[in-house]
């Protein structure tokens, strides 16, 4: 679970900024907590709702989470492709920094970095709890001088050598997460927090942007019926009129697949025997594809079911877009409500509401609250939707606000910074422009004449 988030000089965020998920003194929604289980543990918040007026920073702040989990499993080893803040004049030649603290398997670490286009220069992984830090690595690069030192690493001296040598031969835009947990060495059993630092960001961290489609759905689809079943019940927990999904087959050399042929006939000889796919057809349909053992390629794609005239035994087949943008949106969250009932699952959504009723999101919430008690998962999302504001419905702690100061800088706050009463209608104060993070009107300059 994410527990803090700090980043600086990346996007629209040139000063150090952090969004925190640990609990504040509010004794409202007590089963929002993840209690720590020892004295020295930390609890932690199971939401963070962010709001902010368009251009505020909110996407920004998720993107920038995005850029390490890439950087991190996908190693950016020629040039780390980013923006730093653009409005001030310093900014360039400044470092940037991003920092994560999270929770996973017992142990609550800290991984960071500081970087430019070029390198990053220093690098850092702790565990820690309320009253200590532990280092377990850190690494620094001064030109070409890299210097790696560990510790409470349950290592022999050899071992250690060997982990030095790979942090001397990772690339300059590469970090040393990713060059470890890609080469030989992960194969060492004394490194389990590097490893689960690595985990943290490919098994524990989704990252859902409005465009964002789940790649495993056609495969989860056709072969796990108890997933299966979970989708057909959440299309109908959110009313979206479908009655079942289906997968069904389709010539890979059709039409159907509306593909370039020459496009096709290499996939056919790329794919390896046994390995599968998702492609995206130009009739922006999508398929799953795989290599049978004759060299074959067999294809299938989703459909949506509804009944006709009403009746269960006569059903319509519909393909996905033909479904409105709300359902489809839809869709693409239910694999998070299988995800989030599992331990340490982090889901980011940015733009929750996008093409969705106030009502549906809300529903998507509380099915969050109700459905993960005690369970060690996280939902954080950005949000215009002022009716979520609600104490009802989320802690004051969880809500957030990115704002635009006058010098163009997005900055993070916490309702949790301002004096709220318990009774507070929050959506009213917000509206009303109380703790700020509302779209401006500007009327300095005149409105020009059009001949």
Not at 154 to 179: D, M, Q, R, Y
Request: aromatic share 10%; with cysteine.
């Amino acid at each position: 679970m994410l527990i803090r988030f700090t980043l600086d000089n990346v996007h629209s965020f040139n000063t150090e900024q952090e969004i925190l998920l640990t609990p504040g003194k509010n004794r409202n929604h007590m089963h929002h907590i993840i209690k720590g289980e020892k004295a020295r543990d930390i609890d932690i918040l199971k939401a963070a709702v962010i709001y902010g007026a368009n251009a505020s920073g909110k996407s920004n702040l998720i993107k920038a989470l995005a850029l390490m989990q890439r950087i991190i499993l996908h190693g950016d080893s020629d040039t780390i492709l980013y923006d730093r803040f653009k409005l001030d004049s310093t900014s360039e030649n400044r470092l940037s920094k991003l920092e994560v603290e999270f929770h996973i398997n017992g142990v609550n670490y800290a991984y960071g970095f500081t970087f430019d286009k070029l390198q990053i220069k220093s690098e850092w992984l702790y565990f820690f709890n309320k009253e200590k830090d532990y280092k377990v690595f850190e690494r620094t690069t001064e030109g070409r001088d890299v210097s790696v030192t560990f510790d409470n690493l349950k290592l022999s001296t050899k071992e250690i050598h060997n982990l030095e040598f790979v942090g001397t031969i990772t690339k300059p835009a590469e970090c040393f997460l990713h060059a470890l947990n890609n080469s030989n060495v992960d194969k060492i059993k004394g490194i389990d927090m590097i490893k689960d630092a690595y985990k943290w960001f490919s098994e524990s961290l989704t990252i859902i942007f409005p465009e964002s489609k789940y790649g495993s759905l056609e495969s989860n689809i056709a072969t796990n019926e108890s997933f299966k079943a979970l989708f057909e019940w959440a299309l109908d927990y959110f009313d979206t009129g479908i009655t079942g999904i289906q997968s069904t087959d389709v010539d890979f050399w059709s039409s159907e697949v509306e593909l370039p042929k020459r496009l096709k006939e290499q996939i056919q000889k790329d794919l390896k025997i046994g390995d599968s796919g998702i492609v995206s057809a130009l009739n922006q349909l999508r398929f799953l594809i795989k290599k049978q053992s004759n060299g074959d390629i067999s294809a299938s794609k989703l459909m949506t079911q509804r009944k006709k005239d009403g009746k269960i035994e006569d059903l319509v087949n519909f393909e996905i877009n033909e479904e409105s943008d709300g359902t489809q949106r839809i869709m693409d969250f239910i694999p998070a409500i299988a995800e989030l009932r599992k331990d340490y699952q982090v889901f980011v959504i940015d733009e929750i509401e996008r093409s969705l009723h106030v009502h549906l999101v809300r529903k998507f919430l509380s099915m969050f609250f109700e459905r993960t008690q005690g369970v060690k998962s996280q939902l954080i999302v950005t949000t215009h939707e002022s009716q979520l504001m609600d104490q009802d419905l989320i802690r004051k702690d969880e809500i957030w606000l990115v704002e635009k100061n006058k010098k163009g800088e997005s900055e993070l706050k916490s309702i949790e910074d301002f004096t709220v009463r318990k009774d507070l209608d929050i959506m009213k104060a917000y509206l009303q422009n109380r703790f700020g993070a509302v779209p401006h009107f500007s009327s300095r300059k005149p409105e020009p004449i059009l001949n």
